[in-house]
Structures are given as structure tokens and as C-alpha cells.
T-cell receptor
Framework: DTAVSQTPKYLVTQMGNDKSIKCEQN?????MYWYKQDSKKFLKIMFS???????INETVPNRFSPKSPDKAHLNLHINSLELGDSAVYFC??????????????FGPGTRLTVL | QQQVKQSPQSLIVQKGGISIINCAYE??????FPWYQQFPGKGPALLIA?????SEKKEGRFTISFNKSAKQFSLHIMDSQPGDSATYFC??????????FGSGTQLTVLP
């Protein structure tokens, strides 16, 4: 019944490794997002996908690559992990780009720790 | 460059008191201003939102006041309860419909 789910919830890995975080939404939304929340709780958008197409790609290192196999899924793959990648990553979804309010629903987050 | 500035960083209020969190923005193209509430270990959840053509919106104990000319908006929590203790984020929606978040306010309501 979870609207936006992410796996795994915790991810501990060594520097230089490659890892993936998966996100699924069962709300029938067209738009999905990835956010990064740093240790000071600052939330910043990384990517936005609408109908499986990339809409926003903020200044994120190209080691981060989102993949959207279908409208319900948006995965985040990270290559050559660095210490500074340690953060909580949130997936979110919304009904679409149009509309008055466009509420974004967030997943529970994935806490990534790079050692 | 932080486009949405939020204050205070932390706030301690007695039970029953009023909590006030302020935000200011720079981009006049922002067209939607939500507030999100985040509990520890959880994702942010929409609390209340306002459009710039409205000066105030109230939902239960939560009120947004919006001052378009000053480019400022604030969240007021009336009769604050210990269960309101959380981190609150203001946000603003810009072009391409992305949300720019403020830096967050850690609210603690003492019993």
C-alpha cells in the first residue's frame, strides 16, 4: 500500500563502488524525482522525469545516472562512489507538470553511507 | 545560490504556543508555495500550500501568510503540540515545475 517505495533503506559501501537505488510509485503519477538531502537536512533536486523523459538535470556529477524503465519506476545508479555522496536520497512523484498544486509525494528515503 | 531563505534554523515552543517560521524568495516567477513536514527517518510530506494570488490560507491549526510584494511567506502553527515536533521546509515552484526548498526549521514543542 506504500505510495512511493524505495529500496534499499540503508546502503553502506566502499569508495569507488557502483550502487543503485530503486524507486517505485503506485499512484499512477506521470512525474518522478530524485532529491538529495545532506547532513544539514538541505533538500536539493537532482533529476526529474516526466513520462519517462528527463526534464530536469541539475548540476549533478555524471557519475549519477537515472533510469526510468516505465512511468512507475525511477532508479538511480551511482558510479565510482565518493565520500561526499553520503546523504539521504529521496524519490518523489507527482501527478504531472501541469495543474494548480502538483503535490509531490516522497518516499521514505535511502541513507547512503560511503566509507 | 539559495533562492528560498528560511528562518529560524531551530525553534523551541511550549505546548499550546504559536510557532512561526518565515521564508523569503527572490524569483518572482515562482507560482506555488508549499510547506512540507518531515519526521525523523521519514520523507517530507505536504502540510499546506498556497498560490501567490492568495494572502492567507488556513487548514486547521496551520496557516500560511503570504506577502507577494515583500516576497515573503510564513507558516503559523497555532496551539502547538509535542506531536508537531519535526523539521519544516518551505518551498517554491519555478520553471519546469521543480521545487526549490528552504534550509529547514527544526521545531521542538515542549510538553
Amino acid at each position: 500500500d506504500t505510495a512511493v517505495s524505495q529500496t534499499p533503506k540503508y546502503l553502506v559501501t566502499q569508495m569507488g563502488n557502483d550502487k543503485s537505488i530503486k524507486c517505485e510509485q503506485n499512484l499512477g503519477h506521470d512525474t518522478m524525482y530524485w532529491y538529495k538531502q545532506d547532513s544539514k537536512k538541505f533538500l536539493k533536486i537532482m533529476f526529474s522525469y516526466n513520462n519517462k523523459e528527463l526534464i530536469i538535470n541539475e548540476t549533478v556529477p555524471n557519475r549519477f545516472s537515472p533510469k526510468s524503465p516505465d512511468k512507475a519506476h525511477l532508479n538511480l545508479h551511482i558510479n565510482s562512489l565518493e565520500l561526499g555522496d553520503s546523504a539521504v536520497y529521496f524519490c518523489a512523484s507527482s501527478r504531472g507538470l501541469s495543474g494548480s498544486y502538483n503535490e509531490q509525494f516522497f518516499g521514505p528515503g535511502t541513507r547512503l553511507t560511503v566509507l | 545560490q539559495q533562492q528560498v531563505k528560511q528562518s529560524p534554523q531551530s525553534l523551541i515552543v511550549q505546548k499550546g504556543g504559536i510557532s512561526i517560521i518565515n521564508c523569503a524568495y527572490e524569483n518572482t516567477a515562482f507560482d506555488y508555495f508549499p510547506w512540507y513536514q518531515q519526521f525523523p527517518g521519514k520523507g517530507p510530506a505536504l502540510l499546506i500550500a498556497i498560490r501567490p494570488d492568495v494572502s492567507e490560507k488556513k487548514e486547521g491549526r496551520f496557516t500560511i501568510s503570504f506577502n507577494k510584494s515583500a516576497k515573503q511567506f510564513s507558516l503559523h502553527i497555532m496551539d502547538s503540540q509535542p506531536g508537531d515536533s519535526a523539521t519544516y521546509f518551505c518551498a517554491a515552484r519555478g520553471s519546469a515545475r521543480q521545487l526549490t526548498f528552504g534550509s529547514g526549521t527544526q521545531l521542538t514543542v515542549l510538553p
